[in-house]
């Protein structure tokens, strides 16, 4: 069985930063992309970050420049740094993983619990 675990979330004014962190654990063989997504109240999930296994990253326009997404591949854990926050990333980010939990198995996606950002003065 898999597990993501997140931590780091919380509160802060505009403009400040927050790292968050998201760690797998269990029965892991490889794992693929890593991504992180966030919801607001009243509105859909939305995709805010992208790793490859390879490293590539992808940014929606409204996060780009401000958010880094990266991970460590020995300590199956990604992070997402966000600088120069806004009272409009306030949400609950969560983390997505999609891991092979043997070898030639077909990657499955697996979610974090989420965690609360909140932006305001």
């Known amino acids: 069985q898999v597990q993501l675990v997140e931590s780091g979330g919380g509160s802060v004014q505009p403009g400040g930063s927050l790292r968050l962190s998201c760690a797998a654990s269990?029965?892991?063989?490889?794992?693929?992309?890593m991504n992180w997504y966030r919801q607001a109240p009243g509105k859909q999930r939305e995709l805010v970050a992208i790793?490859?296994?390879?490293?590539?990253?992808n940014y929606p326009d409204s996060v780009k420049g401000r958010f880094t997404i990266s991970r460590d591949n020995a300590k199956n854990t990604v992070y997402l740094q966000m600088d120069s926050l806004k009272p409009e990333d306030t949400a609950v980010y969560y983390c997505?993983?999609?891991?092979?939990?043997?070898?030639?198995?077909?990657?499955?996606?697996?979610w974090g619990q989420g965690t609360q950002v909140t932006v305001s003065s």
């Open positions: 790793i490859t296994s390879g490293g590539t990253t």
């Open positions: 997505n993983m999609r891991i092979a939990v043997r070898a030639l198995s077909v990657p499955e996606v697996h």
């Open positions: 269990g029965n892991i063989f490889s794992i693929y992309t």
